[in-house]
């Protein structure tokens, strides 16, 4: 079996339907969308077994050459290790779900072909991301999702808003993007090579730790990273990008694409163990960005924009766990909240259709009746991401970053608090959601309900968010290793400083009492006291903060008043190019030169004697002055 | 031979192209056609089975002219000439094309024009003698001023004139700065001539070497064209005929580059190297500069042209970091350029033909009617603000590789160019293409002779950006020539 033909199948079939967008039946699209992205499952797993069985470090297919000039090499070479099977089993199982989800969702849609042409070019973009053996097809990849993203968020492109969002999204990303080319330049620059086991092999020989040039380079990839991964400072495209359809929302913008950030760190984090300054850094921001995050999530009032503001933060967990040296915990979570998080996007999108494209919270409501299954769906889902104790996955990988950011080598109290406050955010946001939507009075009517093509990957993905979190156990409950043991070829075990059962317990315990107790305030806010929470809220100066919350802390203005409005208004009072001006007026002045001189040759006798005459004068006082003085 | 066969065969086919014309349209227009598949075919033979195992020139033709003064008719290929010239013939080809039904008065002289200013093009990049090259340079400028003072939109003459005026002044130094080096030649080694391969090495003061090569960079960034001395290029592309902007962009502003790498670098290389921090420089103003302006522009075809300021500040900062990464990058920008942006004019012009409008305010929602016209204006705007996996970006980045190693400054505000290129190329798909659709257009999408061009047009970006070997290897062979 060839590596290079998981990410292959989806680009064939993604140009395939580019090309018959016209002629094939709607039926065609559907089988070519789903059917490759299973079929590039398929291949995977049977790649994975491979794998495991084989028992090397990594399968790795040269697939052709690509650029080659003046000592600088790069090839299409994809690679199979213990962390893209990872990423590739969590990129095409899921994909393919919300692939079939949305073979319903999007039944009706008139340019059906041109969605999974994107969603299929998409797939193979982030499949090569996480495969490429060398960082520029890593790059590749990394441009390729990118403009997969922009092109279905845009997809509804009649609406301006849309496109803007996608805009957005571009520029923002391109941001990260611009610093994670320079960090390539470096680091060809210092190994003369791009391919990625090279560079992390002859990095520890080249610096030594805490080396400018290494925190330097680990730096601008981590830009990359925020970019991408919609961190802080660069997170402000993410709650925007929800203008897409919702399947774009639970595969690009929840489960797949926004972790890539996490990827890329965990896939060099032999160059950020060399830099701990850099490792600091996104610890710090994994914290900050978890926690502001969360703060939006609470006061947002749709659907979407509360799983955007979720996912903001529940990734600020993932690079809090890369920051304090967690990789596979960081690479858990991210497997978790694939599946959660993509779950919960899907729910939302058939509550969203079921109501008629309605994504107002605060028109939901009493939907716990009629809509049983999605009722059911949901909730697995917002227990798995409020971190419900022992049942869910989201407790266990969640857990392990919280009790890691306290005790391992690079945790830290503050980290830890940060966390913990995280938790219960958490818990308040999920289930003021879950509340508001299938609780209450019912305030609009159903209309459609789901079928069995958007309801069965909702299951499969409900079961998956509960079991997933028993391949890795806290060695306080039961003690499973099995997803660390897999991936320790490529990510080092994390080094524990205060290895106390103790202090573990009770880590566990408060972060599980704080979950709790969100949930618990969501629930007197919501359901029990809707009232009395409702007029506190109201007052002037929470009324203030949760603008402000709900703007995302208006970074959005701060960057237009910073960077956007300057760049904006001096090219439009540069429009006509200044430098042009240079050249017109030289031509103005040698125009108006002319028009002067032209005027001296007026067909006047008494002008040009006079002319002669002054003429005269002058040439005579001067040659006076000369000779006399 | 082959190579004064080239040229000869646009010189005729010129000449019978605008007396069929005066008869037949679609003769004039297929003789232009065709002899311009027969170069490109010529080209593409040469490539695939070019003599092997015969060094750096590929071919070389000589013959004496006036004697007395050193002058001859100095042909030669190498790898550098030949990219070039597949690319004139190519984008050439597409230029009749694309002229088929948008020209309908005077059609003979057109492809006269077309194919002399072709003709003088092919003339640059075979040129060895730097008379012969002068002679050239100015041959293309005369049809070029005709094709825009004639066949362009309502201010073609103002623009005409002010193409005709800046590279004419340009072109001034550049004869100065020729006879400034023929004499100095002369007085060290009592030799007369204006061959390229007798001046090389010429032994001169570093002063007298740094005034001869200001007199032949100012020509060539006049016809980069480089800031400050851009404010042609608007114009010019703006009031072009499609046909006269391909070729301008495609083309004319590729001799620009190719006479710094042909001439600047190896005639002066000490010179060259002393001034690279300002070059270096120029090439990452117009890099910014011209993708604000770009972002600004409310006429399609004047956004355009002011991206390939844009991109034109890569090959400047690409040719002064004086390593083969950079080079190459150089060389394929050069290429990609051409292709990209050729394809972009493509569609404006495409586009005005229906709508007969480029002011992009009043366009929007055009995807709805253009579904295919509107796919591949994705590709070539993805091409423009460099996406991997098509050609601008294997360009782009061993551009930014490259000069990495000689600047790190520059380079990071030249990468930060990536980023004001993605918001003026998104604007052109956001204003143009989405968004709502005001009007009720009714128009046909890509008719089948456009959908050739544009899928011709497609395979290569895409091919140069799969697989770029190919062109690296061709032209990696003139590195050692120019890079020291």
Same mark, same amino acid.
């Given at each position: ?101 949305? /073979? ?191 703060? /939006? ?333 | 031979?082959? %190579? ?31 002899? %311009? ?17 015969? $060094? ?75 008379? #012969? ?31 005709? %005026?800046?590279?004419?002044?340009? $072109? ?165 350029? $051409? ?11 495409? #586009? ?17 009617? #253009? ?92 091919? %140069? ?6 062109? #690296? ?12």
């Amino acid at each position: 079996m060839f590596p290079a033909l998981i990410p292959l199948i989806p680009f064939v079939s993604a140009l395939l339907l580019m090309l018959g967008w016209k002629r094939l039946s709607r039926i065609a699209v559907t089988v070519i969308g789903c059917g490759s992205i299973g079929l590039s499952a398929f291949v995977a797993v049977l790649i994975a077994i491979q794998f495991a069985a084989g028992g090397e470090q990594a399968i790795v297919q040269h697939a052709g050459n690509w650029v080659e000039a003046g000592g600088f090499k790069t090839g299409f070479d994809l690679r199979m290790d213990a962390l893209s099977v990872v990423f590739v089993g969590v990129i095409t199982i899921v994909g393919f779900l919300i692939h079939v989800y949305a /073979s319903g969702y999007m039944h009706e849609e008139p340019d059906y072909a041109r969605f999974f042409a994107c969603m299929n070019l998409f797939v193979g973009a982030m499949l090569t991301l996480v495969m490429a053996d060398n960082l520029l097809l890593l790059y590749f990849g990394w441009e390729g999702v990118g403009l997969c993203s922009y092109l279905l968020i845009g997809f509804w492109y009649k609406d301006p808003a849309n496109n803007y969002a996608a805009r957005k999204a571009f520029i923002v990303t391109r941001v990260g993007d611009t610093a994670m080319a320079i960090a390539l330049f470096m680091l060809f620059q210092f190994t003369g090579t791009l391919r990625i086991p090279e560079i992390l092999q002859s990095s520890t020989h080249i610096w030594s730790k805490g080396d400018p040039v290494i925190t330097w380079i680990a730096l601008l990839l981590l830009g990359g990273a925020v970019g991408k991964s919609a961190q802080l400072p660069l997170q402000t495209w993410l709650p925007d990008a929800m203008a897409g359809p919702t399947p774009v929302s639970a595969l690009i913008h929840a489960a797949t694409m926004v972790t890539a950030g996490v990827y890329l760190i965990a896939r060099t984090h032999t160059l950020f163990e060399l830099a701990p300054d850099a490792q600091i850094t996104t610890a710090v921001i994994g914290a900050i960005t978890l926690v502001l995050a969360g703060f /939006s999530a609470l006061v947002q009032t749709d659907i979407k924009r509360v799983l955007a503001y979720s996912t903001v933060s529940q990734i600020g967990y993932m690079f809090l766990a890369l920051g304090c040296g967690a990789w596979s915990a960081a690479v858990f979570h991210f497997v978790t909240h694939a599946f959660f998080k993509a779950l919960l996007f899907m729910a939302a999108g058939a509550v969203i259709v079921a109501l008629h494209h309605e994504q107002d919270l605060f028109k939901m409501g009493g939907l716990k009746k009629q809509l049983k299954g999605i009722y059911w769906v949901f909730l697995v889902g917002c227990a798995s991401l409020a971190a419900i104790p022992f049942v869910t996955a989201g407790f266990y990988s969640k857990d392990q970053i919280i009790w890691l950011s306290l005790s391992a080598a690079g945790g830290h109290t503050a980290f830890w608090l940060a966390a913990l406050l995280g938790a219960l955010l958490t818990g308040m946001y999920t289930f003021r959601l879950f509340f508001l939507v299938f609780y209450g009075d019912l305030k609009t009517h159903v209309h459609h309900r789901p079928g069995n093509s958007m309801m069965i990957p909702l299951y499969i993905l409900a079961l998956l968010s509960t079991i997933a979190g028993f391949i890795e156990l806290p060695h306080t409950l039961g003690h499973v290793t099995l997803f660390s043991n897999w991936l320790l070829p490529v990510l080092p075990a994390v080094s524990v400083l205060h290895d106390s059962v103790a202090m573990e317990w009770t880590s566990q315990a408060l972060s599980a009492v704080l979950a709790l107790s969100g949930i618990g305030v969501a629930y007197a806010w919501v359901v029990w006291r809707p009232k009395g929470m409702s007029d506190f809220l109201e007052m002037p100066a929470l009324l203030w903060l949760r603008g402000f919350w709900s703007r995302g802390w208006d970074f959005d203005k701060l960057y237009n008043i910073l960077l956007v409005y300057p760049f904006v208004y001096l090219s439009r009072m540069n429009k006509k190019d200044l430098i042009d001006k240079l050249y017109t007026s030289l031509a103005a002045l040698m125009q108006w030169c002319h028009n002067v001189l032209a005027r001296t040759q007026s067909g006047l006798l008494r002008w040009y004697i006079l002319g002669v005459v002054l003429g005269a004068v002058a040439i005579l006082s001067v040659l006076i002055w000369r000779i006399y003085i | 031979m082959i %190579l004064l066969v080239l040229i000869l065969i646009l010189f005729f086919a010129a000449l019978l192209s605008w007396i069929v014309g005066v008869k037949s349209h679609a003769g004039s227009r297929w003789i232009a056609l065709c002899s %311009l598949l027969l170069n490109l075919g010529i080209v593409t033979g040469v490539w695939v089975n070019h003599p092997a195992g015969t $060094g750096r020139w590929w071919y070389q033709y000589r013959v004496d002219w006036v004697p007395h003064f050193g002058i001859s008719l100095h042909l030669a290929m190498d790898g550098l000439s030949m990219l070039m010239l597949a690319l004139t013939f190519f984008l050439g080809a597409l230029s009749v094309l694309i002229s088929w039904k948008e020209i309908n008065s005077r059609v003979g002289f057109f492809h006269f024009n077309l194919l002399f200013v072709l003709c003088g093009i092919t003339g640059v990049f075979l040129t060895m003698d730097l008379f #012969l090259f002068y002679f050239f340079w100015e041959m293309m400028l005369i049809p070029m001023y005709f094709l825009i003072g004639i066949w362009g939109h309502e201010h073609r003459e103002y623009a005409a004139n002010k193409f005709f %005026l800046f590279t004419q002044a340009g $072109g001034l130094l550049m004869l100065l700065a020729i006879l400034g080096l023929y004499f100095v030649h002369a007085a060290n080694t009592n030799v007369y001539t204006f061959d390229y391969f007798d001046l090389l090495n010429t032994p001169m003061d570093p002063a007298m070497a740094r005034w001869l090569m200001l007199g032949f960079l100012v020509a060539f960034l006049v016809k980069l064209p480089a800031v400050p001395f851009h404010t042609w290029l608007p114009d010019a592309h703006t009031e072009a005929p499609t046909a006269g902007s391909v070729v301008l962009a495609g083309l004319l502003l590729k001799t620009g580059a190719y006479g710094i790498l042909r001439f600047v670098l190896p005639l002066f290389p000490a010179a060259a190297a002393d001034i690279a921090p300002v070059a270096m420089l120029l090439g990452v103003i117009g890099i910014l500069y011209g993708g604000m302006l770009a972002y600004a522009q409310t006429d399609f075809k004047r956004l355009i042209a002011y991206t390939s300021v844009s991109h034109m500040g890569f090959v400047l900062l690409g040719a002064f970091a004086f390593n083969e990464i950079a080079y190459q990058g150089v060389v394929m920008q050069m290429i990609t350029h $051409g292709i990209s942006t050729g394809a972009l004019f493509i569609i404006a012009g495409a #586009l005005y033909e229906r709508i007969h409008t480029r002011n992009i305010r009043q366009m929007g929602g055009l995807w709805l009617r #253009l579904p295919m016209m509107g796919s591949a204006a994705m590709i070539f705007v993805m091409a423009s603000l460099g996406l991997p996996g098509l050609g601008n970006f294997v360009a782009e980045f061993l551009v930014l590789l490259g000069s990495w190693q000689a600047n790190h400054l520059l380079t990071v505000l030249a990468t930060i160019g990536l980023v004001v290129a993605t918001a003026y190329s998104l604007r052109i798909m956001q204003k143009v293409f989405f968004g709502p659709c005001d009007r009720q257009y009714n128009m046909p999408d890509l008719s089948g002779r456009e959908l050739v061009i544009i899928i011709a047009l497609v395979i290569v970006i895409c091919w %140069l950006g799969f697989h770029p070997q190919p062109v #690296l290897n061709t032209s990696q062979q003139n590195i050692d020539y120019v890079v020291r």
